[in-house]
């Protein structure tokens, strides 16, 4: 008698358990989407401001032949890396909530992110260096402007891996284990 009410019980819960997740995560992905469609995916947002910055910085090394050629490079770089941040912040963005709930977030391209963002990080100290041997004050004060941009472009993406993967979970620590 005692297991049939705990057997009862417990798909009881389980089904409650269930039905409220989905609730939540119905409810989050139709605000989701909503958000969606009035603007673009974190990874678009973040790859159009970089597109901009790239797009500065190559007019900037094209005014300072000094640096020009280095600029150029982190700039190309950069283009590349940011496109590879967008595709694993939309795969993040992507994950069912279902998934989220039980499993917790995708680590994996999680902590791809967080090594590009490295990456970006990496370009940002090459370019304070070409500050440093920039000619022109217009032109330190433009790479000195877009510096800061892309710091406030990474600590952006920083902000979002951290909420991700923040998100709770009933089984993440177990997954946390194995990755």
Request: no cysteine.
């Given at each position: 008698m005692n297991k049939k009410i705990l057997y009862i019980l417990s798909i009881f819960f389980t089904l409650l358990l269930i039905s409220v997740t989905n609730g939540v995560y119905a409810d989050e992905a139709s605000s989701t989407e909503k958000s969606n469609k009035a603007t673009s995916s974190m990874g678009e947002q973040h790859r159009n401001r970089v597109s901009k910055v790239v797009q500065e910085l190559n007019n900037v090394?094209?005014?300072d032949g000094g640096i020009g050629s280095e600029v150029k490079l982190i700039a190309q770089e950069e283009r590349n890396i940011s496109e590879k941040i967008k595709e694993k912040m939309d795969e993040v963005e992507e994950r069912s909530g279902f998934k989220t709930f039980f499993?917790?977030?995708d680590y994996k391209n999680?902590?791809?992110?967080?090594?590009?963002l490295i990456t970006t990080g990496n370009h940002i100290e090459k370019l304070t260096k070409a500050l440093?041997?920039?000619t022109s004050s217009t032109t330190?004060?433009?790479l000195e402007e877009q510096i800061e941009d892309?710091?406030?472009?990474?600590?952006k993406a920083e902000s979002f891996a951290k909420r991700i993967e923040t998100k709770f979970s009933l089984f993440?620590?177990?997954v946390k284990m194995f990755d």
């Open positions: 090394a094209d005014r499993i917790g977030s999680l902590g791809a992110l967080r090594s590009d440093e041997k920039a330190q004060a433009e892309l710091i406030d472009i990474q600590e993440g620590w177990l």
